[in-house]
């Protein structure tokens, strides 16, 4: 079973910066389209970001430009660099797996919470 960590969420003040990592067990990275998703209270969960098997990204214009998405195959990690963090960045973020093949199950971790300081 595969299985998704997130660490690096907390505490940020408006402008800051907060790098989100996500660890998966077994070798799978190499196999699967990586991304980071976000839900806000009371709002549905929204694409962050993706990176393909061939290091493609796709953002969500929110947070084009800010936002980095990058995976590391021979650590089985993938990480989200977030820069100049907004308000409306409050959520709780999680790293998601997307199967190579039609059928196959998609991964959540459970998720790592991002908020701001008074």
């Known amino acids: 079973q595969v299985q998704l960590v997130e660490s690096g969420g907390g505490l940020v003040q408006p402008g800051g910066s907060l790098r989100l990592s996500c660890a998966a067990s077994g070798s799978i990275l190499p196999l699967y389209v990586m991304g980071w998703y976000r839900q806000a209270p009371g709002k549905q969960r929204e694409l962050v970001a993706t990176?393909?098997?061939?290091?493609?990204?796709n953002y969500a214009d929110s947070v084009k430009g800010r936002f980095t998405i990058s995976r590391d195959n021979a650590k089985n990690t993938v990480d989200l660099q977030m820069n100049s963090l907004k308000p409306e960045d409050t959520a709780v973020y999680y790293c998601n797996a997307k199967p190579p093949l039609f059928g196959m199950n998609t991964y959540w971790g459970q998720g790592t919470q991002v908020t701001f300081s008074s």
């Open positions: 990176i393909s098997t061939g290091d493609s990204t």
